[in-house]
């Protein structure tokens, strides 16, 4: 069974750092592409940062450049998402997507909320 499961969202402070992780499972995510996105309330999904299946990283949000960092680890299967200097308009819930072609996975979010 395929599964993506998001776990580290959390309430931050202004400045802090959350980790976020998506563990899958029934699938190898080193032959995906892998992705962070987020949702803000009242906002369209936006793709934050992507790890293609040969490691190549792009971050596509530049308000996050220099701030988030997407890794995997493949011996856990899981994918990351650093996330420092954390600012209010990171405030979104956060989901992880796994895609190839003819398959295209999604896990079910987690929420960050960056509040003093």
């Known amino acids: 069974q395929v599964q993506l499961v998001e776990s580290g969202g959390d309430l931050v402070q202004p400045g802090g750092s959350l980790r976020l992780s998506c563990a899958a499972s029934?699938?190898?995510?080193?032959?995906?592409?892998m992705s962070w996105y987020r949702q803000a309330p009242g906002k369209e999904r936006e793709l934050v940062a992507r790890?293609?299946?040969?490691?190549?990283?792009?971050i596509y949000t530049d308000s996050v450049k220099g701030r988030f960092t997407i890794s995997r680890d493949d011996a856990k299967n899981t994918l990351y998402l650093q996330m420092n200097s954390l600012k209010p308009d990171d405030t979104a819930v956060y989901y992880c997507?796994?895609?190839?072609?003819?398959?295209?996975?999604w896990g079910q979010g987690t929420q960050v909320t960056v509040s003093s």
């Open positions: 997507n796994a895609v190839r072609i003819f398959k295209d996975y």
């Open positions: 029934g699938f190898t995510i080193s032959s995906f592409a």
């Open positions: 790890i293609q299946s040969d490691g190549t990283i792009t």
